[in-house]
């Protein structure tokens, strides 16, 4: 496998000798790519330079949310462009940066989250249901119901919903309300973990555990051994 | 070509391989394993660095050109800064956010810059979890020398034990800004195990850790109002009369012009140099990883270290095509799965080490063994459904919706077929040398994360590189908000440059390429 992916080319020698290739349209305008690489090979492939819109390559980041549409359908759906692969008669355009506004607050200073939530997005409980972002979401989250959740103030459920949530903010555009659902769901998610979730007792022992030395005897015995002393002990802890 | 007769030979032998132990192998018999099959092992693809701090050590080639690459900063630019900040952080992943978030908590004025977005990182990508002793049966000491075993002792004791130490302390920051880390019914943190761990020491978020934690960071460095410089690539960094470090020179990605940010102190925190593609490997990598911290590091002076090592990691995707290089996480091996080869057996103990599974994948697929897709590429099998025989159906939803999800956007059901894998460019062991405070051998340059070298050795553990992040991360930006207070900006010039050139010159080194990278060569030219 060694050499065969050629750095100075976006899609390998293995995607080019695919025989078929297919017509996809990019942002308006009609090319012939190999059939089957992704949209984002596809953009570098027809000699687009891209410094916006990509980013992990591995579908977390959330930077290439994608418009598409295939072939006589008229529903437009939305992906990550670094994780799909052309289809023949495809049409698509990288989204760009939606400016969604996001509030800005302190957790620890927040007199009451639940409450507070209608003060920093007063737009969240304005939902008119139409579910646009349930459909929008390229991470088949339910969407729609994450923010009613936050709204109903159950903030764990919320942040089990946005698990998932790649931050693309394709749900966002979508919204006749104005909400950016997935910045009400980080929000909700850390209040979450801030000030409802209880303190793990393990580890504050251990904290106080390596504040109170209890581990410096055995840091002693272990830093003055020779490197194979040190190779002997590491060897023969199991589990 | 039939991939179901292919999948067959995993389905019929599943029952067979769960009666096996495979024992992990003794440590001469790990070096024989990696010497004759690890890359780091493959002579041709080394040569030793022309000139510089690490002249005539060896290293890839890929890396040598970049760190003899020339700038493409004039001598003469005109060095009137756009920006001033005590801090500037180079990179917005995890070591980035870390460090300007402790940085700005202390009062520091800081300016954060990434060539990409705010959270476009490797950082995001990690699933498998983060390595901290928090479990009764376990302690820093027992992290410490795992974490040696699995660098072949080659680690930098300080900074191990710096690292293993401060883990408790970053779990409960992380708890504390909202991070929801996977707990047990009694409310302590779940620990899983990873490999080449003796205790189970992971902090997951199901399989979303690092884009749990980037959520939070990002989020929080929003919050915080910190001075934001997006699609800016660092190009070169700026020193004063003395050699220390005063700023940076950026290019913006959109329209090309230069801008000078005066610092009183720098963290590099840009990441590693997976799109370098050494040795033609694919790459789990982000689009942003060209290696781009060495290269300004190094024509500013400071020496790196262990640069002839990286880590291949054991499952990058194979098949389909458009996941060729992608991580799929280790997760699996970790909870029990199987690597199987073409004929159905067991061939490594899946918990051993990333350098020695990754060997021992090569070894299988090079003495004719792996499995040979109809694209042409060449794996072994990860046996996925065997989680769902082993603990349950619905195991692999709950425990790894993220590669269910990866896989089912090709068509690719990993509940029922296993995937196949070969070792992917993952992680560069080494890099800039620093102290236990981040701190490199020029004064006020500071390196946090993967663009750092020492701590990791000649092969990282699985889960300490999100710890590495937080605890640098942190450090770093806590030592230089002490700092700068009592300091004054120091004069700008690209003194260091000057000297750079000159030596290249001199040296004669020809065909100069221009480095940092900044973005991988992608786009087919006419």
Known sequence: MTGSFDTEKAVSREEALQPQMVTVEIAGKSFRVPAGITLMKALWYTGHEVTRGAGCLGGFCGACATYYRTRDDPKVKTCLGCSHAVEDGMSFSFAPAFPARKATYDLNELENPKQDLFTLYPEAPLCRNCNACTEACPQQIDVREGVWKAVFGDFKAVSETFMDCVMCGMCVPVCIADIAPNLVGVYASRAYGVREMEKPPGLFDRIQAIADGRYNDDWERILKMSDDELQQTSATITS | ?526
């Not at chain 2, 001075?227 to 329209?255: I, K, M, P, R, Y």
């Not at chain 2, 190094?298 to 990058?316: E, K, N, W």
């Not at chain 2, 993967?450 to 990791?456: I, P, Q």
């Open chain 2, 1 to 526: 070509m039939d991939i179901q007769a292919l999948h067959d030979v995993v389905h019929r032998s599943r029952d067979a391989r769960r009666q096996q132990t495979l024992p992990k192998l003794s440590p001469a018999e790990r070096d024989t394993l990696i010497k004759k099959f690890h890359p780091d092992h493959r002579e041709a693809a080394y040569r030793p660095v022309s000139f510089g701090p690490n002249e005539g050590d060896l290293t890839v080639r890929e890396l040598a050109s970049v760190l003899e690459g020339d700038s493409v900063v004039p001598d003469d630019l005109s060095l009137t800064p756009h920006y001033e900040a005590d801090v500037l952080v180079v990179g917005g992943g995890g070591a980035g956010c870390a460090a300007a978030l402790h940085a700005h908590g202390q009062g520091a004025k800081v300016l954060l810059a990434t060539k990409l977005r705010l959270g476009d990182s490797n950082s995001v990508m990690a699933q498998g979890g983060m390595q901290i002793a928090v479990a009764p049966n376990d302690s820093p000491v027992q992290h410490f020398l795992d974490t040696l075993k699995g660098g072949h002792m080659k680690n930098d004791h300080e900074l191990l034990k710096t690292m293993v130490e401060e883990g408790p302390s970053i779990a409960k920051w992380l708890l504390e800004l909202g991070v929801l880390f996977d707990r047990d019914d009694d409310g302590n943190l779940h620990v899983k195990k990873g490999g080449g761990s003796t205790k189970a020491r992971l902090l997951t978020c199901s399989d979303y850790t690092g884009l749990e934690i980037m959520r939070v960071l990002k989020d929080e460095v929003l919050n915080q109002k910190i001075q934001l410089l997006e699609f800016a690539a660092a190009v070169e960094l700026l020193s004063d009369e003395h050699g220390a470090c005063t700023g940076a020179v950026f290019q913006d990605l959109d329209n090309k012009r230069f801008l000078v940010a005066a610092a009183k102190t720098v963290i590099l925190a840009t990441g590693g140099i997976g799109r370098l593609h050494i040795q033609g490997f694919p790459t789990s990598n982000h689009y942003g990883a060209t290696g781009d911290g060495l290269a300004l590091a190094y024509r500013i002076g400071a020496p790196l270290v262990q640069i002839d090592t990286f880590q291949y990691h054991p499952s990058g995707g194979v098949y389909p095509e458009q996941l060729v290089g992608q991580l799929v996480t280790e997760g699996i091996r970790s909870e029990g799965g199987h690597l199987v080869n073409g004929r159905g057996e067991r061939f490594v103990n899946e918990l051993d080490t990333r350098d020695v599974v990754s060997s021992s994948i090569i070894r299988e697929c090079e003495e004719g063994r792996g499995v040979r897709m109809p694209t042409g590429r060449v794996g072994v099998w990860l046996d996925t459904p065997l989680l769902e025989a082993e603990h349950g159906e619905g195991t692999l939803d709950k425990h790894f919706p993220a590669m269910v999800r990866q896989y089912a956007r090709y068509g690719v059901d990993i509940r029922k077929d296993p995937v196949l894998i070969y070792p992917t460019l993952h992680y560069q062991n080494g890099g800039v040398k620093i102290d236990v405070n981040g701190e490199t051998s020029v004064k006020n340059l500071f390196v946090a994360g993967e663009t750092s070298g020492g701590l990791h050795g000649r092969n990282r553990l699985m889960g300490n590189s999100l710890l590495d992040l937080m605890v640098f991360g942190k450090r770093s930006g806590l030592t230089v908000a002490g700092r700068v207070g009592t300091m004054s900006h120091g004069r700008l010039t690209l003194n260091h440059l000057q000297r750079f050139r000159i030596e290249a010159k001199k040296r004669r080194v020809t065909n100069q390429v221009t480095s940092p990278v900044v973005l991988p060569a992608y786009t087919e030219q006419p």
